[in-house]
């Protein structure tokens, strides 16, 4: 820790920083918007023109397709793929945030941590604004 800085100075500090931050992540946002609707209008352009691709100062540009998959009924599928040997697809996983709350209720009780999980705290600081 900076001995220079006072906590008043680090509070200050902080809470410009994580400003800076946001401001940061709303221009991403917002130029993932723009760079999304510009590639839509492309690929539309492109289509009624039927270019696959062109190159324009020495970058080429290429229609290509990519496929959105999500399971609708995970049940069913899971027991498809069992049954045509697609075990390999199927995965056991935790979610994150579920392990993370249940290990915390185990700490909590004095259950202690269950075996295989690594459970680390991190403190950190939370800034509230008051509310005019």
Same mark, same amino acid.
């Given at each position: /820790?900076?001995?220079? /800085?006072?906590?008043?100075? $680090?509070?200050? =500090? $902080?809470?410009?920083?994580?400003?800076?931050?946001?401001?940061?992540?709303?221009?991403?946002?917002?130029?993932?918007?723009?760079?999304?609707? +510009?590639?839509?209008?492309?690929? =539309? &352009? /492109?289509?009624?023109?039927?270019?696959? =691709?062109?190159? =324009?100062?020495?970058? +080429?540009?290429?229609? +290509?397709?990519? @496929?959105?998959?999500?399971?609708?009924?995970?049940?069913?599928?899971?027991?498809? &793929?069992? &049954?045509?040997?697609?075990?390999?697809?199927?995965?056991?996983? @935790?979610?994150?945030? +579920?392990?993370?709350?249940?290990?915390?209720?185990?700490?909590?009780?004095?259950?202690?941590?269950?075996?295989?999980?690594?459970? &680390?705290?991190?403190?950190?600081?939370?800034?509230?604004?008051?509310?005019?």
């Amino acid at each position: /820790m900076s001995e220079e /800085m006072t906590q008043y100075q $680090l509070a200050a =500090k $902080l809470a410009e920083l994580r400003e800076r931050r946001k401001k940061t992540e709303d221009d991403a946002k917002e130029l993932r918007r723009q760079e999304t609707e +510009t590639e839509r209008d492309l690929v =539309k &352009a /492109m289509e009624l023109h039927d270019v696959d =691709k062109f190159t =324009k100062d020495g970058a +080429t540009f290429s229609r +290509t397709s990519r @496929v959105f998959v999500s399971e609708k009924r995970p049940e069913e599928f899971r027991a498809w &793929a069992r &049954a045509n040997g697609h075990d390999a697809l199927i995965k056991e996983t @935790v979610n994150n945030q +579920t392990l993370r709350s249940f290990c915390k209720q185990q700490i909590e009780a004095g259950d202690g941590e269950p075996p295989g999980v690594e459970i &680390a705290l991190q403190s950190s600081i939370r800034i509230t604004n008051r509310r005019n």
